[in-house]
């Protein structure tokens, strides 16, 4: 009976020391997190393209941070085959977090959708190796989905009329890929239903500009740094 | 003992059984309602008559499949007279988005309200074997009333100043009818009381449109597709 | 609108009748079984055969106000085929309490089960017409379980010394009568829970009994009363 | 957008489709573990040790379709290399109970532990393919321990009065064992809590006896079935 139990402690020792490792690398993952986070505020109230870019450049240049530490996490679960999801629930938090940020970061830029597989070549993690879950993505998608209509909010303020009516197509685009899944997962579903609320409030903003006739004409939206 | 139990045992499987199997019907029920309800969606950006009719067309397209899930249902209880309201939780939901979308479909159709009696006859189910619960009935019509101010906000911003006027018209029937009901049902009671703040949603929007001489004075509402 | 909403009005205030009607007899059937627990109680320190007797003869001249009160039930729901379920959660609770009496006051007079068709027998209901869901008989006789631990405790304080064995042997066979059942509900798997710790406490009793010498040898357990 | 949408839902339904697999799997072997515990139960109040062999000899017959069930869980998951942990909370409960009915039954024949290899080789399981997680091994054995006491009491009862001397041994080495290891986890830390309180309990059965004069005084315990 010794001997069996001497294995098994070496054996919970070894995934002990694993996810002692893991934490380590999360305690870091937070703090980039949360420093790349407050670095993208001022997008809200930056008044110019050229400020506005500034910021984005700022935030933008957390990325190698995150890459190292995700490369860290990539090097403990590669020598343990099959052990991602043993150890899942460590980063699934920060992960939300950062799909939100470079999402949110590569709309701003863009106004697209920032892709799975563009969130795993950004975070330089090899999907064969150390992949984003679905779920975390699509989790992380929905927070773009609660920034936004602060965002247009902001804008408007700032005198950019174009800006309800390209989130809000955006966000309606979105809101219409969620309904194809067949959301079984209970924490998806609960942010996906934030997502309509998300969308009628742009919606509100969006008439609001128009009804006071502060809309132009012109049919399609334009990017914001065209 | 032993052989009141066995009895027993074969009852509860059978109860588990008939379970198993309304749960099956249900989870495909789930399907078809998120599909038709997503192929609705675009009817709130739909800036043309003939799009918004397309729109119709696919949802109204899904009830086929509804009625064949609701014989399941039916079929499923018809051989246990009086067993009705022992699984009646296990539909309610389901019912109550099915209500939602076909009386909503139905009124943008015809401005008018889809009846207790259309809606069964909608999804081919007889009352003497399968009926829709008049609470049931009752909440889906609330649901519409929660989609509308949304609706009517697209709406105007698309530049339909009349539909404000036909959904304040609308809901204010609809909220009169309700008041004719002793609402001692807590949900129901709820979701009547979500009613008015939709109403009165909507009654700004009409003081938004009126105020700014957005509206015309045509007296009669007209249809959408008239 | 109106009229449909006319006719809602009266379906409505008919079942909200129906409850007030049902919920005027559970009033007094909650009575009639709080008397008759309490009048239950002293048979856990009768001391003479005599006197147990007495305490049982007092709690079964309840039964014909039950009979009178589930009749009343049964006439409502007679009424109404196919709505028993509808209004179940009003009775289920006073139910358990009503099956747990019955069948204590029945194992005190016979150490035997009563069985799920002599409940329906004593409460004077034809399963036709009013029948005890099986499940509620169930957690009825769960209830039993946990009452018999205290009863033992008491009956060996008397210088009884062959109870436990007999309440352990018919708690065991209970137990395993219930393993035979697949329990999905979750307040009747809760409760059976409870019944393996009831039969353990009584195991132990009879462990007391036992070590102390104070066991006889007699192999076959004798009823209380013979 | 939509595009990549289409292939997350074909993703999340392929795991939603694997889950529908496994929870069938779950839930006959929920069955099976129910009816072979139900089996098992008897052995409290063997009184003879060929009663007793009985007992295990019809507990053991389960063993062929607990390899059949388990053969199919390891099927779906040979399928998905790397995927175990993902869907280990599925099977991770009915795990506990396989433990404890497989060790304890090997425990009531030889009074020995079954080791975490011969639950696996028991089970048909191979474990490159599809391996029994430590964690799940010990939490099945704290089941056992608070089986004993029970065991122990009915034991005494029946006038064996050398099994606490036994079990007392047996749950003292497990404890030991127990100590080697470093216990983070909550659960089985939880559970070896209990452990000593078990340990306690035999302990004071077996002072019970000794005091009485009851036990013999010949050292070494003999296996039940020798």
Known sequence: MEMQFEAFRSQ????GAVRER???????????????????????????????????????????????????????????????????DHWRNQTHTVVF???????????????????????????????????????????????????????VTAGDYECPRQVSAFLSDLFSAFRILNLRNDLLRKRFDGLKYDLKKVEEVLYDVKIRGLLSNQAAPKPMES
């Open 12 to 15: 919970l020792e070894e995934s």
């Open 22 to 88: 893991i934490r380590a690398v999360i305690s870091e993952l937070d703090n980039v997190v949360r420093v790349m986070q407050a670095s993208l505020l001022p997008v809200h109230h930056a008044t110019t393209q050229q400020a506005a870019k500034e910021v984005l450049n700022k935030a933008k240049s957390y990325i190698p941070q995150l890459q190292k530490l995700y490369s860290q996490l990539a090097e403990i679960i590669r020598d343990r085959p099959g052990q991602y999801y043993r150890y899942h």
């Open 101 to 155: 940020l470079l999402s949110f970061v590569h709309w701003l830029d863009t106004q697209l959708l920032l892709s799975h597989s563009e969130v795993e070549t950004l975070l330089g993690v090899k999907p064969e190796e150390f992949s984003i879950d679905i779920e975390d993505y699509l989790i992380g998608l929905c927070n773009i989905s609660s920034e936004l209509p602060r965002y247009v909010v902001n804008r």
